[in-house]
T-cell receptor
Framework: GAVVSQHPSWVICKSGTSVKIECRSL??????MFWYRQFPKQSLMLMAT?????????EQGVEKDKFLINHASLTLSTLTVTSAHPEDSSFYIC????????????FGPGTRLLVL | EDQVTQSPEALRLQEGESSSLNCSYT??????LFWYRQDPGKGPEFLFT???AGEEKEKERLKATLTKKESFLHITAPKPEDSATYLC???????????FGKGITLSVRP
């Protein structure tokens, strides 16, 4: 149980284009999902908290107009990197909490983004 | 500001050589401490949650313990497949934010 998927697993795009990453909870409903970013040899940094049916809450220093988050259903949240630049290249990971356990976050497999 | 420090940064063990990974934390209002395992290029895999000092949890060769200032992940007789990065994270505050340490990269040689 508590399986989270992400799509795509990796993506290469040109500078200036937009990229959408999907995060799905496969066997449970998630009112809250989280988006993290991880640079090589670094730990996970929380970017934003996504709540179903409402606006996402962004961490300090994260541009909300650049990283658009939509949580349209209890099983799907999307992160769109708009006008991507090479410095946006990173490993993006989402997580979700089950309705029964509001403490534990279950993570997806991650999406590797390379912006050329 | 919540802080999580993991040590050592990297650990190399021989198969069967037991050891412990340390996670020390400075937080206000700890709601829970989590251990995750992360393999290269993958997302973190949940291992344990600890809520109060004195609590212990076990899973196969792993045992996690918690005090008021730190947590230990004990690995008994490790195998090469235990090689991974082990992440410690603390849950604090009403908004349930997880703050992660930098992780400990464990390498177990056969």
């Amino acid at each position: 149980g508590a399986v989270v998927s992400q799509h795509p697993s990796w993506v290469i795009c040109k500078s200036g284009t937009s990229v959408k990453i999907e995060c799905r909870s496969l066997d449970f409903q998630a009112t809250t999902m989280f988006w993290y970013r991880q640079f090589p040899k670094q730990s996970l940094m929380l970017m934003a908290t996504s709540n179903e049916g409402s606006k996402a809450t962004y961490e300090q220093g994260v541009e909300k107009d650049k990283f658009l988050i939509n949580h349209a259903s209890l099983t799907l949240s999307t992160l769109t990197v708009t006008s991507a630049h090479p410095e946006d290249s990173s490993f993006y990971i989402c997580s979700a909490r089950t309705l029964a356990d509001k403490e534990t976050q279950y993570f997806g497999p991650g999406t590797r983004l390379l912006v050329l | 500001e919540d802080q999580v420090t993991q040590s050592p940064e990297a650990l190399r063990l021989q198969e069967g050589e037991s050891s412990s990974l340390n996670c020390s934390y400075t937080v206000s209002g700890l709601r829970g401490l989590f251990w995750y395992r992360q393999d290269p290029g993958k997302g973190p895999e949940f291992l344990f949650t600890l809520y109060s000092a004195g609590e212990e949890k076990e899973k196969e060769r792993l045992k996690a313990t918690l005090t008021k200032k730190e947590s230990f992940l004990h690995i008994t007789a490790p195998k090469p497949e235990d090689s991974a990065t082990y992440l410690c994270a603390v849950l604090t505050g009403a908004n349930s934010k997880l703050t992660f340490g930098k992780g400990i990269t464990l390498s177990v040689r056969p």
